[in-house]
């Protein structure tokens, strides 16, 4: 079965930082770009970060850009991303998602980030 | 960044009937463009991809389709577990972006 498990969620005051992880399982990772889609609460998706399959390349939201670092590890199917300079409106659920036919065809339960003092 | 516009924002569609929801792009995602679907306190599912190909395991009352920079995802015969949000997303270019959502509620 394929399975992505967010972890590493959790409160952080603003200017702190956090590192989110997603275990992969039941598939090949390697084959795989990744992405991380955040929701805040109550309001709709929107893209964060995306890496290609072997770690080469990556891409992100303007919002993110400069403050969060997206990265793999291949040999122990985990995605990550590392966070910082965290805002108020940094605050959402974080979900990883695999990318097939460039859409996400699976995603992980997510992982809430809170940002308050 | 390209920008999707989805409406109504929200549907009232009773169980049975056909529902029809759109998604704008403000430039061509050529066929670019995925459906997902959103159930409270889930993760999105993928319905739609290549603006009217099924995901695997999607009923075929759910279909695809655009014209130009419009596209439309049709539910044919509303069952309850359809009621949820439904998001499109472009991915012709970067920042992959999605529109706002529209919410299919019971009527």
């Known amino acids: 079965e394929v399975q992505l498990v967010e972890s590493g969620g959790g409160l952080v005051q603003p200017g702190g930082s956090l590192r989110l992880s997603c275990a992969a399982s039941g598939f090949t990772f390697s084959n795989y770009a990744m992405h991380w889609v955040r929701q805040a609460p109550g309001k709709g998706l929107e893209y964060v970060s995306a890496?290609?399959?072997?770690?080469?390349?990556?891409y992100y939201a303007d919002s993110v850009k400069g403050r969060f670092t997206i990265s793999r590890d291949n040999s122990k199917n985990t995605l990550s991303l590392q966070m910082g300079s965290l805002r108020g409106e940094d605050m959402a659920v974080y979900y990883c998602?695999?990318?097939?036919?460039?859409?996400?065809?699976?995603w992980g339960q997510g992982t809430l980030v809170t940002v308050s003092s | 960044e390209i920008v999707m516009t989805q409406s109504p924002a929200t549907l009232s569609v009773s169980p049975g009937e056909r529902a029809t929801l759109s998604c704008r792009a403000s430039q061509s995602v050529t066929s670019n463009l995925a459906w997902y679907q959103q159930k409270p306190g889930q993760a999105p599912r993928l319905l739609i991809y290549?603006?009217?190909t099924r995901a695997t395991g999607i009923p075929a009352r759910f279909s695809g389709s655009e014209s130009g920079t419009e596209f439309t995802l049709t539910i044919s015969s509303l069952q309850s577990e359809d009621f949820a949000v439904y998001y499109c997303q472009q991915y012709n270019a970067w920042p992959r972006t999605f529109g706002q959502g529209t919410k299919v509620e019971i009527k």
């Open positions: 890496i290609s399959n072997n770690g080469a390349n990556t």
């Open positions: 290549g603006a009217s």
């Open positions: 998602a695999r990318q097939e036919q460039l859409a996400y065809d699976c």
